[in-house]
C-alpha cells in the first residue's frame, strides 16, 4: 500500500535575518531565495550606479532576480523606508547594508545613529526582512584612515544587526554557515568593540 507523499510545512522566515559574508559568497543569492520561500518580496536596493562597474553589477542582480520582485531605491533613509514598506505576509530583502554604509560615510551622514534608528526600527516591522552585509574585517588593514574607518563602521553595524536579528547566517564559497537561529542559546557579546 502506498502512502500519499507528506507535505511540508511551509517555509518561516523570522522576523529578522541578517546574511553575511565576503565578496561573491553568496549572500545576495541565499537572501533572495529566503525570500522566495515564503512569497513575492520586495527588494530594497541600497546601490547607486555611480560608474558603469556599478550599473553592471546592479544589472546583473536585476537578471539574476527575474520577473515578481518589486525594486525600491533608496541609498540613504533605511530605517524610513523599511518603516513605510513592511507589510505582513510581504517579505523584503534589503542588499545591501555595507553599500547603504558606503552612502551615509559619504553624505557626511552619523553611521553611529543611523545604524541605532535601523536597529530600533527593525524591532517593529510589521513583515519579515533579510538584510544582506558584507564582511569586511576578515583581510587586510587598510591603508588609509578612511578605509579603516569604514572597516570598523561596517563590523560595528554587523553587530548591532546581529544582535537584534533573530537568525544570522554567514555565507562562504556559497554554503550558509548558520551562526544564530530562533530557540538556539548565543551568547551574546556587547556591542561596539
Not at 531605491?73 to 513605510?84: K, V
Not at 570598523?152 to 537568525?167: C, K, M, S, T
Request: charged share 20%; proline share 9%; glycine share 10%.
Amino acid at each position: 500500500m502506498s502512502r500519499p507523499p507528506a507535505t511540508l510545512p511551509a517555509p518561516i522566515l523570522p522576523p529578522v535575518t541578517l546574511v553575511l559574508g565576503g565578496a561573491r559568497s553568496g549572500k545576495s543569492r541565499y537572501g533572495e531565495a529566503l525570500v522566495r520561500s515564503v512569497g513575492p518580496g520586495l527588494y530594497l536596493a541600497t546601490a547607486e550606479a555611480g560608474d558603469a562597474e556599478m550599473a553592471e553589477r546592479i544589472r546583473h542582480h536585476q537578471d539574476r532576480r527575474g520577473a515578481g520582485w518589486e525594486t525600491v531605491e533608496e541609498p540613504l533613509a533605511l530605517a524610513e523606508a523599511l518603516s513605510r514598506h513592511a507589510a505582513p505576509g510581504r517579505p523584503i530583502l534589503v542588499d545591501c547594508l555595507t553599500l547603504w554604509l558606503s552612502n551615509l560615510m559619504a553624505a557626511n551622514r552619523d553611521p553611529v545613529a543611523e545604524t541605532q534608528a535601523l536597529a530600533t526600527a527593525l524591532r517593529g516591522l510589521a513583515g519579515p526582512v533579510v538584510l544582506v552585509s558584507n564582511e569586511v574585517g576578515l583581510g587586510l588593514v587598510p591603508t588609509t584612515p578612511l578605509g579603516r574607518a569604514f572597516r570598523d563602521e561596517a563590523g560595528r553595524l554587523n553587530q548591532a544587526i546581529a544582535a537584534v536579528a533573530d537568525r544570522a547566517v554567514f555565507m562562504v564559497a556559497g554554503l550558509p554557515l548558520v551562526l544564530k537561529e530562533p530557540g538556539r542559546d548565543t551568547l551574546q557579546m556587547p556591542v561596539g568593540s
